[in-house]
């Protein structure tokens, strides 16, 4: 798991692949929040068209590539719980801070990828790590 928190970490804006509602691939920049009790945590709003896609198929995939031509492919489950303890975690970052300005913010939805597998490859020849 340190390795792939360290990965989201360096490369700070990932992708998000969900299946809209219209049964169409959409791919949205996001940011990766931080892994607490073992889970990848993100945030996004009730209000947006991604909050409501995962709703209806929560079912994601999430990647990015380094400035080193490194990349991450991780899939799995998002699963929304109504955690305080990471809302307020999550109002350490600026950026969230800015866009929702308190942890009870009614709209402020935070989620986990619940089982997260995927591949962290490069372009080296050497096996992909998988996790």
């Not at 809209?20 to 073992?38: H, I, N, S, T, V």
């Amino acid at each position: 798991m340190n390795k792939v928190v360290e990965f989201l970490q360096e490369n700070p804006v990932q992708y998000l692949a969900t299946v809209g509602r219209d049964g169409k691939a959409k791919c949205r920049p996001f940011m990766f929040l931080f892994e607490q009790d073992g889970k990848l945590w993100f945030c996004t709003n009730s209000t947006k068209e991604v909050y409501k896609d995962m709703q209806a198929n929560p079912e994601i995939e999430v990647t990015v590539a380094s400035p080193t031509y490194a990349w991450i492919r991780l899939h799995g489950t998002a699963t929304f719980e109504n955690n305080m303890s990471v809302k307020e975690g999550a109002m350490n970052n600026p950026i969230v801070k800015g866009q929702y300005g308190e942890a009870t913010n009614p709209i402020f939805e935070v989620f986990y990828i619940k089982d997260a597998h995927g591949t962290i490859a490069d372009f080296s020849g050497n096996p992909p790590y998988e996790f």
